[in-house]
Every structure is written in structure tokens, then in C-alpha cells.
């Protein structure tokens, strides 16, 4: 467990507190934190205040902890999960097959129909790859 000092769990509780919490609660939330993330104690602290900040109810936040939930399953990402799980979806099921334009090249199959779409696959500043699977077996390929 790293080394927490008392003055930095007391600013974390004072941090707490002018996020809206009352003493008490801002206390058994910090007292929680320890308990329950003793090698990750900073980043949860300074998530869940990030996350009182941004508006999210105090007692979302104290089920969070208590459950022992951090990061992307916290009550503060649902609305964005959500979003991004339904324009997942709404994406898949637009991708109809293309026919004619490659032809796979797995000797089993031949196929001409390919699913193709484009991906960012290392830094925003370069181009995107063009990627192609295979309708019939799932064969990938992409072109730069």
C-alpha cells in the first residue's frame, strides 16, 4: 500500500466538502476510499471528486465506492456508455456487404462479398486504414 499521509487523506475530505458533501459524509466517503482502494487511494480520491464536480449526487458516488466500482463502470460514465453502445449498434447494423471489389483470399472460400469500412489505428494526425472482412468466413485485410 503506498505511503498516505494524514494531511493528504484530511485535504482529500476538505476537497470533499466543497464538492458539496457534508463533513460527516465527506469523511465516511474518504474513510471508504482507503478501505477499498488502498493501491489506487489518489486516482479514486481525485476521480470521485472529478465526478461531484461535474454534477453527479453525492450518494451515486458513495455506491460507487462502496461497491468497490472505479473508472468506466462508475454512475458518472452511464449516460456516455450508453450513447456510445447505441451508436456501436446503430453502426454495425448499417454495414451492408459489398460485392465485386475484392476477392478473399482464403482458398476455402472465393468470396466476393465483403464487409469494408474505415479505422484510425494510430494517431489522429494519419491517414485511416481501409479495413475488409469476408462476408462468408471473416477474413480481414486492410489497405493503408
Not at 466500482?69 to 451508436?87: A, C, D, L, M, Q
Not at 471489389?101 to 481501409?130: H, L, P, V
Request: include cysteine; glycine fraction near 8%.
Amino acid at each position: 500500500m503506498p505511503d498516505v499521509t494524514p494531511r493528504l487523506r484530511k485535504r482529500i475530505v476538505d476537497a470533499l466538502v466543497q464538492c458539496g458533501m457534508t463533513k460527516k459524509d465527506a469523511t465516511i466517503c474518504e474513510k471508504s476510499i482507503y478501505a477499498n482502494f488502498p493501491s489506487d487511494y489518489c486516482i479514486v480520491a481525485y476521480e470521485k471528486i472529478g465526478q461531484l464536480k461535474s454534477g453527479t449526487p453525492s450518494q451515486h458516488v458513495l455506491q460507487d465506492i462502496k461497491k468497490k466500482i472505479k473508472g468506466w463502470g462508475s454512475h458518472v460514465y452511464n449516460p456516455i456508455k450508453n450513447t456510445y453502445e447505441n451508436r456501436i449498434f446503430q453502426d454495425n447494423t448499417k454495414i451492408k456487404p459489398v460485392k465485386g471489389m475484392y476477392k478473399c483470399k482464403n482458398k476455402e472460400c472465393g468470396s466476393d462479398e465483403f464487409y469494408i469500412w474505415n479505422e484510425t489505428r494510430r494517431s489522429g494526425d494519419e491517414g485511416q486504414a481501409t479495413i475488409r472482412q469476408c462476408s462468408k468466413c471473416g477474413k480481414r485485410g486492410r489497405e493503408n
